[in-house]
Each structure stands twice: as structure tokens, then as C-alpha cells.
């Protein structure tokens, strides 16, 4: 399990033709045959009621690599459960909106959240008089990924290493080089804070509503940097409208194989991970919990979305009990609260 630290953080973010497309709601159908049989049985079961679609909050906009990585869980789970899932897009706050929203859902087995790490972990710590605690609020139902992060550049950027990168934010003024996150508190934000702090660099930051568009603008050159997530970032890169620098996890991913990862780049002992989890409403009923967690972690073990993971840059999650994810995010939010003081993280 990641430990984060002043240099290691659990911050946090696969993808089919539609995850890409910018609609809102996208619903995703367990397959032709078993609409077919459905249809048929109509008639003969009238009085029975419909199923209804399980609906997935993803907690940004569409596009992001949190976004991504949800449209092809979404569509795995489904044929899983043999039932309808809605993909809901509801960002604001680096995700805080959409994650209290579910907590606040009926805990009927009806709606799931697709978060990342710091949803749950950090950015409850730094809502000011919310008063809601996510890691007790929403019950945790699997972790679906691990991943890292990837630090890219506009290719405009004077720099093709981290020691040149570093050298170049220094000999700037104070604060004149920015880089972009989804929003205070979001995973790309915190990985900034950490290479910032263990590179004793001084950045300037720019939040957000959502990882696409924090990234477009880096292509852009509105700004200098980027921390992120693997999914949205590798076409760009392989584009050459990013330069990837470094990645942050402790080895380096298959998808950027001549991309060295931080360590090996100059700064030993930094490594920069998160997650993806699904969670519920807490008060699900344990029945309804189980069989959510075993269709959902079923979805993640699948060859479709360990390839899609692979190719996008993302890991598989660790093999683990419900029970040990659950007290994995709790200890995650207790350091978190106290990380969020002491690096005087704060909503700007």
C-alpha cells in the first residue's frame, strides 16, 4: 500500500471510443441478447417491475483520465451485473461535489461512485464546514487500479530532462512557472505540491474544473507543466504535443517505456501513486455490498480491462479483501488529514 509522505503521496486518476465523447450521460446496455430476452418475457411478466439502471457518478468532466478509466469499468460491470449503467459526469469542487452527492444517495444499491483516491482521502480535509467525513460517509465496494503519474511539458519548454527542468523553474522568478491541476485538492494539485516540496522548487498553481482542461492548456502554453494521470496524457505525448519528463511510481510503465521515472531522473526516494475505487453510500445493505464488490472486482480482474489498464498507462489493483480496503482508505485519510496541515494545503 502506498505510504504518503513528504515525497510519497496516495494522490490522485482504459478507454473505448465513447468514453472520449463529451456527453453527460451515456448509458451502457449488458448486451443485445440479453435486451432481446427481456423483451420477450414483456408480455408474459407484466406485473413484474423493471430492473433499474445502476448509475456511476464520475466526479469530473467528461475527458479526464479518471473519466476514461470509468467508461470502460462501466461497460465491464454491466455485463457483469447483466444490467444497465449509467455513466453521470458530475464535476465541481476536485470532485467533492459529485462524491457527496452519492454519499447523500439512498444507500439502495442504485448508485456508485468512481473515485480516485484523494475524493475520499484529501479532499474532505479541506472543506471548510462540511462536516462530512467521505471515508465514513460512503461505504468502499473495490479498488479497481493503481496508477502513477506523468509529469509533462509544453514541448515549448526549455527543458528535455528533470535536471533541466528543475534548473530552468529556478532560474525564474519566484513563482513565474505554473502547472495545472482538476482543482485544489485534486490528485495532479497534490502531486505538484510533493515534486515541488521534495525539489525545493517554487511553483505557481492553476486549478481547474477537471483534468481535460487543465491539460489542454498545457498543450497550449497558457501553462508550463502538468502532473497527470496516464490515460488523457499518453496521446498527447505520443502526439508530441506534451513532453513527457519523468513518471512518478516506482517503475516505469509499459505505455512510456523511454520515460524515466523520478528516481532515476534525480530524485531518489520520490514516488507519487494513486487509485481508483468504487464506492457506495454508507448504510448498504451487506448483501448488496458483497455482491456489488464481487461483480465490480470481477470487472477490474477481466483481460478487456487489465489490457486497457496496460495500455493506458494504469496497473491492476492489488488482490485484497473488502475488509483491508476499507481500512486501507481509513488510514489513507487519517495521514491525509494531518499532510493537509502540515504542507498548509488550503482551497484557493
Known amino acids: ?80 451485473l447483466n444490467q444497465t449503467v449509467v455513466v453521470d459526469n458530475r464535476g465541481g469542487a476536485a470532485g467533492h461535489v459529485g462524491s457527496v452527492g452519492v454519499a447523500r444517495s439512498r444507500p439502495d444499491g442504485s448508485i456508485l461512485l468512481f473515485a480516485v483516491s484523494t475524493n475520499i482521502v484529501v479532499n474532505p480535509h479541506l472543506q471548510r464546514g462540511d462536516r462530512l467525513n467521505l471515508a465514513n460517509a460512503l461505504a468502499p465496494v473495490a479498488q479497481v487500479s493503481s496508477y502513477q503519474y506523468v509529469l509533462v511539458v509544453n514541448p515549448e519548454v526549455p527543458a528535455r530532462t528533470l535536471p533541466e527542468l528543475i534548473a530552468h523553474v529556478r532560474s525564474r522568478p519566484r513563482g513565474e512557472v505554473s502547472y495545472s491541476s482538476g ?122 480491462f487489465r489490457e486497457r489498464l496496460e495500455h493506458d498507462g494504469l496497473e491492476p489493483a492489488p488482490a485484497r479483501p473488502l475488509a483491508e480496503f476499507a481500512a486501507m482508505v481509513r488510514q489513507e485519510s487519517a495521514l491525509w488529514e494531518r499532510k493537509v496541515r502540515e504542507l498548509d494545503i488550503k482551497l484557493e
Open 1 to 80: 500500500m502506498p505510504s504518503p509522505s513528504v515525497a510519497t503521496a496516495t494522490a490522485t486518476a482504459t478507454a473505448t471510443a465513447t468514453a472520449t465523447v463529451p456527453t453527460r450521460r451515456v448509458a451502457l446496455a449488458a448486451g443485445l441478447g440479453a435486451a432481446a430476452l427481456a423483451a420477450g418475457r414483456r408480455g408474459a411478466h407484466a406485473q413484474q417491475p423493471a430492473v433499474r439502471a445502476l448509475t456511476v457518478v464520475v466526479p469530473y468532466a467528461a475527458g479526464g483520465g479518471t473519466d476514461i478509466t470509468a467508461r470502460e469499468f462501466a461497460q465491464l460491470l454491466a455485463q457483469e
Open 183 to 304: 482543482g485544489v485538492g485534486n490528485a495532479n494539485h497534490l502531486a505538484g505540491v510533493l515534486f515541488a516540496e521534495a525539489a525545493g522548487l517554487s511553483m505557481e498553481h492553476i486549478p481547474y474544473r477537471g483534468t481535460a482542461p487543465a491539460l489542454l492548456d498545457v498543450v497550449a502554453g497558457r501553462v508550463a507543466m502538468n502532473f497527470s494521470s496516464p490515460p488523457p496524457a499518453i496521446p498527447q505525448i505520443k502526439e508530441g504535443k506534451l513532453r513527457a519528463i519523468a513518471v512518478t511510481g516506482e517503475k516505469r510503465i509499459s505505455a512510456l517505456p523511454e520515460v524515466p521515472t523520478l528516481a532515476e531522473a534525480g530524485l531518489p526516494g520520490v514516488v507519487i501513486t494513486g487509485w481508483h475505487g468504487v464506492f457506495a453510500p454508507a448504510g448498504l445493505p451487506a448483501e448488496v455490498q458483497e455482491r456489488l464488490s464481487a461483480a465490480c472486482r470481477r470487472a477490474a480482474d477481466s483481460p478487456r
